[in-house]
């Protein structure tokens, strides 16, 4: 936050893996620490508020302070005003778990929609997913690790992706689903298995006759757009076309390359003939 990015990725810890020290910009994912500064610098942007609360929340207080008496001792108390001003990074940092958990719930809910087109299962996964113990370990407030930013992704990731291909009109949903994957890859090692999942789900697509221009477009754009923000974090570099793990969606890139200009040959030899 003091010195930038460039100096953090030049970073040499001297105190880490000790004798030797640390290169922290080759050996570390970065989205994190990007993440908890970025939000800072939005939040300095953002002038000082204070907004008084609505008078009819305070005949929910004597039922709140019963609920206490019960034994409901984290409810959120009720003030006079509604205050917002930047937070420290330090703050932020211990903030961002629970912040981050909750999107992953809702983005677990969007992506069970997509799927089962339920409500009802929608809102479940919601629930689900906010209760879940593997979840809540990596959601608490002050668990600033990678994966507290990383499941969000994931599930935000997989969402788009198959928001993207809904309809063939839907392919421009390829472009935010390209940015998260990119934000995944900067947040945790782990988008391996994002990038094998939605390699696999393609080429299933094509096997199920399902592959159309608008699943091409998707594909195309998810796939340029996050590997070329995957080649910028220092730590992975050009492991996305070199690693043997990540070959696969790699082949089904060129494969659909192959196969829309086929596509496109056939439309275009079709129509020569109904013109002759």
Known sequence: AEHGLSKFFKWYDYESWYPLGRPIGTTIYPGMQMTAVAISEVMKKIPELSISTPGWLFAFKPLLNMLRRMGWMHLPKLHKAIAFGPMSINDICCMMPPWFGALASIFT????????????????????????????MRSVGGEFDNEAIAVTAIVATFW?????????????????????????????????????????????????????????????????????????????????????????????????????????????????????
């Open 160 to 276: 788009l992706w198959l928001r993207s291909v809904r309809t063939p009109k839907s392919w421009l949903w390829g472009v935010p689903a390209g940015l998260s994957y990119a934000f995944m890859v900067a947040a945790w090692g782990g988008y391996i298995f994002v990038l094998n999942m939605i390699g696999v789900h393609a080429l299933m697509l094509v096997l199920l006759g399902r592959f159309n221009s608008g699943v091409h477009k998707a594909y195309t754009l998810f796939f340029v757009i996050g590997t070329l923000g995957a080649i910028q974090i220092p730590v992975v570099g050009w492991q996305p076309l070199r690693s043997l793990e990540q070959i696969g969606p790699l082949g089904v890139f060129a494969g659909f390359q192959i196969l829309e200009f086929c596509d496109i040959r056939r439309r275009a030899l079709a129509g020569t003939r109904r013109s002759f």
């Open 109 to 136: 809910g969007l992506l069970t929609y997509e799927i089962s087109r339920s409500v009802n299962a929608a809102v479940m996964a919601v629930g689900i997913m906010a209760i879940i113990p593997a979840h809540l």
